[in-house]
């Protein structure tokens, strides 16, 4: 039989790593629905709605290095499209797969459900050009050529696609054949000449450091960055939206850098550096402590996707990939100066059994619980501020959404990290707000549905803590919540088995979390703390709020 528009589509992601499509069905994208549910190598996993299965398409991406969410037309599409630009934002190739009506319907202008009633088909589309690097309706005269096209813009950007498909031409066979695009190649005499200026802005210092960057890991390359950094022993810190690109449990690692915010030595350390090597690193506000961060443009090389600058010049047509290699094996081990490792750790958690639970004693016993290969996932707001200055055992990878900071996003994202993490047995713990969680709870019937089994820590600050630190009055009624029970949820959202607790004193937490760490089923614990319990960075960030939002 004929393939059709949409097998091929499946068949091309399938090839490239795509396992599971994340969605919402709808009338309109039923060929292509029903064309996924019955692909022999693609599962669809099933979402609340729209919105979440785009979330969960991100965590996905994270971990599995690609993504695919697929919903209907118009109501679908838009719903979902939060979490599209969020994976723009962060980098994370994520294909989105649109069911259109049918090519009669819209030539008609027919005024048909899903749509604004003005007879216009591809205002959804323009929408969504914004936050995605490429976008194509489907046929089944380009289906062939297109899919190559944006299989390998998403690759070459580490962004999300869009991909329409007319819910007739969706199970037409495909007419034509194309060949996959090769990936960009450098250009090597500007390769050499990169390397080259590197090489000697390196041999007249005599202190440097390297900031890793999450693009590093969005590309893939952090085993390429790992042995550049054994070649030559250069130190690293590491910014908040980047932690985790590189392990933490190593002799290199020099801290947390965030301005002038946190951890003054690691600051001095790296501002002092002779050189500062930013390898996929963005500097955005919550990199840089509020702006508060100052590198001297004269002593920084700041390494890319695509180009490389180094002291005011950029190379273009530089691959990163090719870049470390060749910089690996061109520069030689130096004995570089290294910071006190003391600031990698938090403070040892303290206490006593019968006291409450504060961020001085909770974010150390956090950090303790981790272990060796833990994908977290740290919802925006206070406690991916306070999970940032943890120091990750080796192999664990933290995920947060620093820039784009859509709160919600963490417990959908963790469903997907847990979904591609499934393969390789990896534990995935949640920490979330209850705040945020309030916008996606219904996601947790996810796990219990498909079979995972996360550890979430859901802390209960009674409502939204971060805003309380950042706008003029904390007490106003913008920043109260419904009082929710939610260590019951997991029950009524169809999980069962799992073990649910609510501690509010240091001993019922302490015994919630040696039960977590050797449960079989997954895990939910609610943490109950006063109303302004807040890590250093968030207390810093409302006493530098002017910073925060003048720059």
């Given at each position: 039989?004929?393939?059709?528009?949409?097998?091929?589509?499946?068949?091309?992601?399938?090839?490239?790593?795509?396992?599971?499509?994340?969605?919402?069905?709808?009338?309109?994208?039923?060929?292509?629905?029903?064309?996924?549910?019955?692909?022999?190598?693609?599962?669809?996993?099933?979402?609340?709605?729209?919105?979440?299965?785009?979330?969960?398409?991100?965590?996905?991406?994270?971990?599995?290095?690609?993504?695919?969410?697929?919903?209907?037309?118009?109501?679908?599409?838009?719903?979902?499209?939060?979490?599209?630009?969020?994976?723009?934002?962060?980098?994370?190739?994520?294909?989105?797969?649109?069911?259109?009506?049918?090519?009669?319907?819209?030539?008609?202008?027919?005024?048909?459900?899903?749509?604004?009633?003005?007879?216009?088909?591809?205002?959804?589309?323009?929408?969504?050009?914004?936050?995605?690097?490429?976008s194509a309706i489907m046929t089944p005269q380009n289906a062939a050529a297109e899919t190559e096209r944006l299989i390998a813009a998403a690759l070459y950007h580490r962004r999300p696609v869009?991909?329409?498909?007319?819910?007739?031409?969706?199970?037409?066979?495909?007419?034509?054949?194309?060949?996959?695009?090769?990936?960009?190649?450098?250009?090597?005499?500007?390769?050499?000449?990169?390397?080259?200026?590197?090489?000697?802005?390196?041999?007249?210092?005599?202190?440097?450091?390297?900031?890793?960057?999450?693009?590093?890991?969005?590309?893939?390359?952090?085993?390429?960055?790992?042995?550049?950094?054994?070649?030559?022993?250069?130190?690293?810190?590491?910014?908040?939206?980047?932690?985790?690109?590189?392990?933490?449990?190593?002799?290199?690692?020099?801290?947390?850098?965030?301005?002038?915010?946190?951890?003054?030595?690691?600051?001095?350390?790296?501002?002092?550096?002779?050189?500062?090597?930013?390898?996929?690193?963005?500097?955005?506000?919550?990199?840089?402590?509020?702006?508060?961060?100052?590198?001297?443009?004269?002593?920084?090389?700041?390494?890319?996707?695509?180009?490389?600058?180094?002291?005011?010049?950029?190379?273009?047509?530089?691959?990163?990939?090719?870049?470390?290699?060749?910089?690996?094996?061109?520069?030689?081990?130096?004995?570089?100066?290294?910071?006190?490792?003391?600031?990698?750790?938090?403070?040892?958690?303290?206490?006593?059994?019968?006291?409450?639970?504060?961020?001085?004693?909770?974010?150390?016993?956090?950090?303790?619980?981790?272990?060796?290969?833990?994908?977290?996932?740290?919802?925006?707001?206070?406690?991916?501020?306070?999970?940032?200055?943890?120091?990750?055992?080796?192999?664990?990878?933290?995920?947060?959404?620093?820039?784009?900071?859509?709160?919600?996003?963490?417990?959908?994202?963790?469903?997907?990290?847990?979904?591609?993490?499934?393969?390789?047995?990896?534990?995935?713990?949640?920490?979330?707000?209850?705040?945020?969680?309030?916008?996606?709870?219904?996601?947790?019937?996810?796990?219990?549905?498909?079979?995972?089994?996360?550890?979430?820590?859901?802390?209960?600050?009674?409502?939204?803590?971060?805003?309380?630190?950042?706008?003029?009055?904390?007490?106003i009624a913008y920043n109260d919540l419904a009082n929710w029970q939610y260590s019951e949820l997991p029950k009524a959202l169809g999980c069962e088995d799992w073990y649910?607790?609510?501690?509010?004193?240091?001993?019922?937490?302490?015994?919630?979390?040696?039960?977590?760490?050797?449960?079989?089923?997954?895990?939910?614990?609610?943490?109950?703390?006063?109303?302004?319990?807040?890590?250093?960075?968030?207390?810093?960030?409302?006493?530098?709020?002017?910073?925060?939002?003048?720059?």
């Open positions: 039989m004929s393939t059709t528009v949409i097998q091929h589509v499946l068949n091309r992601l399938r090839d490239i790593g795509v396992r599971h499509v994340f969605g919402v069905p709808g009338d309109f994208a039923f060929p292509v629905d029903d064309a996924i549910a019955q692909h022999p190598d693609i599962q669809w996993i099933g979402s609340c709605n729209e919105l979440n299965a785009a979330y969960s398409a991100d965590g996905y991406a994270r971990v599995h290095g690609i993504g695919a969410v697929c919903t209907t037309y118009g109501v679908g599409e838009l719903s979902a499209i939060n979490g599209i630009a969020g994976a723009y934002t962060e980098h994370l190739p994520v294909f989105h797969l649109v069911g259109m009506p049918k090519m009669p319907v819209q030539a008609h202008h027919s005024l048909v459900h899903h749509t604004l009633g003005n007879g216009e088909f591809d205002l959804f589309k323009k929408m969504s050009d914004s936050v995605v690097c490429a869009y991909m329409a498909f007319p819910a007739d031409l969706a199970e037409m066979p495909v007419v034509g054949t194309a060949q996959p695009i090769p990936a960009p190649a450098s250009d090597p005499a500007q390769v050499e000449a990169a390397v080259q200026a590197i090489a000697d802005m390196l041999g007249r210092a005599d202190s440097a450091c390297v900031l890793p960057g999450i693009l590093t890991a969005r590309s893939g390359l952090g085993k390429e960055l790992q042995q550049f950094l054994d070649k030559t022993g250069l130190p690293f810190a590491t910014m908040m939206a980047d932690k985790g690109v590189l392990d933490e449990d190593q002799s290199s690692y020099a801290g947390m850098y965030d301005g002038k915010l946190m951890n003054e030595s690691v600051r001095r350390f790296v501002e002092d550096s002779d050189v500062v090597i930013l390898v996929g690193a963005l500097m955005h506000d919550f990199n840089t402590g509020a702006f508060t961060a100052n590198l001297d443009p004269g002593r920084t090389i700041d390494i890319r996707h695509h180009h490389v600058s180094v002291d005011g010049m950029t190379y273009q047509s530089v691959e990163m990939k090719d870049l470390l290699g060749a910089l690996a094996r061109k520069l030689s081990r130096k004995q570089w100066p290294h910071p006190s490792a003391e600031v990698t750790r938090m403070s040892p958690a303290g206490g006593v059994t019968s006291d409450s639970i504060t961020a001085e004693n909770l974010y150390p016993r956090w950090e303790d619980f981790l272990k060796p290969d833990d994908i977290l996932v740290a919802e925006t707001g206070t406690v991916s501020m306070g999970m940032a200055f943890a120091r990750l055992p080796r192999g664990a990878t933290f995920q947060n959404q620093s820039l784009w900071g859509s709160i919600g996003w963490a417990t959908p994202a963790a469903v997907g990290a847990a979904v591609a993490a499934a393969e390789d047995s990896r534990r995935v713990v949640l920490v979330t707000g209850e705040g945020s969680h309030q916008l996606t709870a219904q996601e947790i019937s996810q796990f219990g549905r498909y079979g995972l089994r996360p550890v979430v820590f859901v802390l209960n600050n009674h409502g939204y803590l971060i805003e309380r630190l950042l706008c003029k009055d904390p007490d649910t607790a609510r501690v509010s004193t240091l001993a019922e937490l302490d015994q919630a979390m040696k039960t977590a760490a050797k449960a079989k089923t997954g895990c939910y614990i609610e943490v109950m703390t006063d109303t302004y319990t807040a890590p250093p960075l968030a207390n810093q960030l409302h006493e530098n709020i002017d910073a925060l939002y003048s720059a």
